[in-house]
């Protein structure tokens, strides 16, 4: 099974600074098609999880371009560019390369 | 619009079964795969399995740590998808999500979940 590793595992932002959040796997998302795997989710307090960004560094329908990913083959980072009340919540990474699918353990982002 | 609608939470005792719906609108269950992931109180997302899309099969892919304990079926008559859970255990609590995820398996960037369902194992 793919190991992903995110880090830190809680981010204290005040409002308005920028916040990043990294996602290691353990082998590379790199697909025969030419596409990579990787994906960020956010889970706000007592809903289910949302996409963000698909395939390392597009945005999903509707997410604000706050909001950017990059990386590739095992080391990926999401970036938020000014952190409101709104972003608070889990950030989970998810591989879908290969089965199992799995997430990473998640980053509990919460505002100062 | 596609929506997930889950049924209610459950209450089981240990080494009870327990049999999650999820009732599909906005698209047939047998255009896309439809995957379960748990979450335990407090914990992160786990992958169940999934039930593949072919009207004909339903082949599933299960994750290895449910094999031989999780059935994963549908009925597509009346779009409802089911996910069975046997043997519980105290640390099968969890709430239970059905979801159409993106993937190596869909060209087109999917992402559906269901509003959860708390399933809580307790003598």
């Known amino acids: 099974d793919i190991v992903m590793t995110q880090t830190p595992f809680s981010l204290s932002v005040t409002p308005g600074q920028p916040a990043s959040i990294s996602c290691k796997s353990s082998?590379?998302?790199?697909?025969?098609?030419?596409?990579?795997?990787l994906y960020w989710y956010l889970q706000k307090p007592g809903q289910s999880p949302q996409l963000l960004i698909y395939?390392?560094?597009n945005r999903f329908s509707g997410v604000s371009d706050k909001f950017s990913g990059s990386g590739s083959g095992t080391d990926f980072t999401l970036k938020i560019s000014r952190v409101e009340a709104e972003d608070v919540g889990v950030y989970y990474c998810?591989?879908?390369?290969?089965?199992?699918?799995?997430f990473g353990g998640g980053t509990k982002v919460e505002i100062k | 619009q596609v929506q997930l609608v889950q049924s209610g939470a459950e209450v089981k005792k240990p080494g009870d079964s327990v049999k999650v719906s999820c009732k599909a609108s906005?698209?047939?269950?047998?255009?896309?795969?439809l995957h379960w992931v748990r979450q335990a109180p407090g914990q992160g997302l786990e992958w169940m399995g999934w039930?593949?899309?072919?009207?004909?099969?339903?082949?599933?892919n299960y994750a290895q740590k449910f094999q031989g304990r999780v059935t994963m079926t549908r009925d597509t008559s009346i779009r409802t998808a089911y996910m069975e859970l046997t043997s519980l255990r105290s640390d099968d609590t969890a709430v239970y999500y059905c979801?159409?995820?993106?993937?190596?398996?869909?060209?087109?960037?999917?992402?559906?979940w269901g509003q959860g369902t708390l399933v809580t194992v307790s003598s």
């Open positions: 979801a159409r995820l993106p993937g190596f398996w869909i060209v087109v960037v999917d992402d559906y």
């Open positions: 906005g698209y047939t269950l047998t255009g896309y795969y």
């Open positions: 039930i593949n899309p072919n009207p004909n099969s339903g082949v599933t």
């Open positions: 082998q590379s998302l790199l697909h025969s098609d030419g596409k990579t795997y």
């Open positions: 395939e390392v560094s």
């Open positions: 998810m591989q879908s390369v290969q089965l199992p699918l799995t």
